[in-house]
T-cell receptor, first 116, second 114 residues
Framework: GAVVSQHPSRVICKSGTSVKIECRSL??????MFWYRQFPKQSLMLMAT?????????EQGVEKDKFLINHASLTLSTLTVTSAHPEDSSFYIC????????????FGDGTRLSIL | AQTVTQSQPEMSVQEAETVTLSCTYD???????LFWYKQPPSRQMILVIR??????QNATENRFSVNFQKAAKSFSLKISDSQLGDAAMYFC???????????FGAGTTVTVRA
């Protein structure tokens, strides 16, 4: 149980393109989903937290107009990187949480984004 | 955000031997959760083990066990009978009972020698 599907796993696109990444909890309802960014050999950096039906909460320094997050249902959150540029190239990982205190976050497999 | 410190950037262990990864954290709270996640080269984040602070008994999951020292704010991970598949980056993480965010350490890369 507790499977989180993230799609696509790899994206290569031209500068100026917008890219959408999906995060789905397959066998549980996620009241909260998280989006992280990870640079090579570094830790995960939280970008934003989304709760179903409400606006996402962004961490300091993360541009909300650049990284649009939608959490339309209890099983789906999307991250759209708008007008992507080479500096947006990174590994993006989502996680989903049931909202129960003793439950861990369950992670997707991540998306490797490369902007040419 | 709470500070989580993993002081060992890299650790190497011989296959079948034991390795211990250190993790310390800073908090003024009494109720919280601690986790160890494994990230192999595939970069998938896999939950290895978790510990609730109110439980005194150390958590174990097969070959993985923790040494939770609440007073010392220490949460080390022991991998016994190391296998080649254990090679990965390991992250220690803290979550307050009052918050839903995870605070991650910088990670420890574990290499297993055949």
């Amino acid at each position: 149980g507790a499977v989180v599907s993230q799609h696509p796993s790899r994206v290569i696109c031209k500068s100026g393109t917008s890219v959408k990444i999906e995060c789905r909890s397959l066998d549980f309802q996620a009241t909260t989903m998280f989006w992280y960014r990870q640079f090579p050999k570094q830790s995960l950096m939280l970008m934003a937290t989304s709760n179903e039906g409400s606006k996402a909460t962004y961490e300091q320094g993360v541009e909300k107009d650049k990284f649009l997050i939608n959490h339309a249902s209890l099983t789906l959150s999307t991250l759209t990187v708008t007008s992507a540029h080479p500096e947006d190239s990174s590994f993006y990982i989502c996680s989903a949480w049931t909202g129960q205190g003793n439950q861990p976050q369950h992670f997707g497999d991540g998306t490797r984004l490369s902007i040419l | 955000a709470q500070t989580v410190t993993q002081s060992q950037p890299e650790m190497s262990v011989q296959e079948a031997e034991t390795v211990t990864l250190s993790c310390t954290y800073d908090t003024s709270e009494s109720d919280y959760y601690l986790f160890w996640y494994k990230q192999p080269p595939s970069r998938q984040m896999i939950l290895v083990i978790r510990q609730e602070a109110y439980k005194q008994q150390n958590a174990t999951e097969n070959r993985f066990s923790v040494n939770f020292q609440k007073a010392a704010k220490s949460f080390s991970l022991k991998i016994s009978d190391s296998q080649l598949g254990d090679a990965a980056m390991y992250f220690c993480a803290y979550r307050s009972s009052l918050d839903y965010k995870l605070s991650f350490g910088a990670g420890t890369t574990v290499t297993v020698r055949a």
